[in-house]
């Protein structure tokens, strides 16, 4: 952070999720740290923009990752079934994210195309809460 005041300029980019704008069921301490993470974002938004420093976060929903094993793994040990086509299923797109679908936003929010945003929780998440 002080070589982005120094030279005036500078993009930091969060990784939220959707679990921190809507309740999760059995994610308590991980929707209240994204939560967190999303508040970060708006207050290093506000108290840098006039050193020239932009704060985004990228709000995703399921993204194919190996940590979509682990949230598979643990439904189905607590007796709920899940599987990819059941998480696809959630998503009007009908679809679950792909690492490539949040590199791309991320390109975007760092580059002069969005020099404009600053402060913003970017769901990506299929349309399910749309």
Not at 9 to 21: D, H, K, Y
Not at 46 to 75: E, L, Q, S, W
Not at 111 to 126: F, K, N, P, R
Request: aromatic content about 6%.
């Amino acid at each position: 952070l002080p070589h982005m005041i120094e030279q005036k300029a500078g993009n930091i980019l969060n990784i939220g999720s959707v679990s921190g704008i809507r309740a999760t069921t059995y994610a308590d301490a991980y929707s209240a740290s994204k939560a967190a993470v999303h508040m970060l974002t708006r207050s290093l938004a506000k108290g840098y923009a006039r050193d020239g420093i932009r704060v985004n976060c990228i709000c995703p929903a399921h993204i194919d990752t190996r940590i979509m094993d682990t949230t598979i793994d643990f439904f189905n040990s607590i007796g709920v079934k899940s599987d990819r086509a059941k998480i696809d299923s959630l998503y009007p797109l009908g679809r679950r994210g792909m690492p490539e679908d949040v590199a791309s936003l991320a390109v975007f929010l760092v580059s002069e195309q969005s020099s404009w945003m600053t402060g913003s929780l970017i769901v990506l998440d299929g349309g399910a809460t749309a």
